[in-house]
């Protein structure tokens, strides 16, 4: 069911997140990952496309907020050019985790050099995947700055993740770098960097009073500790779990959230409902309803 009013978060902090964002929406941060949030998950990353209002929802929103932000394990100009969010004003992409950064002010990205372990573990990668018999369902995607395997087109591909789990850990650890699972997908890059550490470090620079994060994935657990940790600092948060349509939330994530929706279309739609009930936005959205 489309969601046409803002639904109820199940959690009273989740609540107290909302009503911050709605009475200071001038002081709140939205912050968004990009793949299965905004962006269907599809089997080949290079495919994927942000839903087709993501854009204009947020392009909606952003004036009626503080700041919009999206951060996610892509490269931060990929992420911008698969989501058309380049007409969204004032929006800032921290990608490849916060170590690089595009803002909509000058559509440049930022970033320092990259880990020395990343080009090391890049010549190796193939030839240990060989020795493990990953098989040619596994592939590689090179992020530049991490490289991502993937074994959502493998035969069996939980066996194959949970068979290179453990010696790709190893090969990281090696070369100075830390493994992120994700689903299908084993992520390697370098340490210290987090989606977490990103979005803390903008609440800060934003002197954010509420923050509202949305996400799908093992990686985004890291953001909602953030938003957790800051509500125990006196800054208000809403915690959303993109659930993939025709498949179940990422359990982890789902349980910690204070609303569930159904993937990027209900994140979408999400974000039109909040849109409606800010000050200075599109009459209509007038109720909360209850959660779906």
């Known amino acids: ?14 609540r107290e997140g909302l009503a911050a ?65 380049a007409r969204v004003p004032g929006l ?16 440049e990205v930022r970033a320092p050099a990259p880990h020395p372990g990343v080009a090391e573990v ?25 490289l ?20 790709l850990a190893a090969l990281a650890a090696e070369h100075g770098l830390m493994v992120e699972p994700g689903r299908l997908v084993l992520e390697l890059r370098p340490p210290g960097v987090d989606k977490g550490a990103a979005l803390s470090g903008f609440l800060r620079e934003r002197a954010a009073r509420g923050v509202l994060y949305a996400g799908d994935d093992l990686g985004d657990l890291a953001a909602f500790a953030a938003v957790e940790k800051g509500r125990t600092e006196g800054v208000p948060g809403l ?21 569930v929706v159904p993937g990027p279309a209900g994140v979408v739609e999400l974000v039109e409902a909040l849109v409606r009930r800010l000050p200075g936005g599109p009459p209509g959205g007038a109720g909360i309803s209850p959660a779906r």
């Open 21 to 85: 964002l709605l009475a200071d929406p001038g002081g709140a941060v939205a912050a968004f990952d990009f793949d299965g949030t905004l962006a269907p998950i599809v089997p080949d990353p290079a495919a994927a496309r942000a839903h087709p209002r993501a854009a204009a929802a947020l392009a909606a929103l952003a004036p009626l907020v503080g700041s919009v932000v999206v951060v996610t394990g892509r490269p931060a100009a990929l992420a911008v050019e698969y989501g058309g969010l």
């Open 1 to 14: 069911m489309a969601i046409t009013e803002l639904p109820e978060p199940v959690t009273a902090a989740g």
């Open 122 to 146: 890049r010549a190796l990668l193939p030839g240990r995947l060989a020795e493990l018999g990953a098989g040619a369902g596994t592939w590689v995607e090179d992020k530049g700055r991490a």
């Open 239 to 259: 915690l959303v779990c993109s659930g993939a349509v025709g498949d179940a939330p990422v359990r982890d994530l789902a349980d910690r959230a204070d609303l």
């Open 148 to 167: 991502a395997v993937h074994t959502r087109r493998a035969d069996a591909p939980e066996e194959v993740l949970e068979l290179l789990r453990e010696p």
């Open 92 to 107: 800032v992409v921290l990608g490849q985790y916060g170590v690089e950064r595009w803002d909509a002010g000058s559509g």
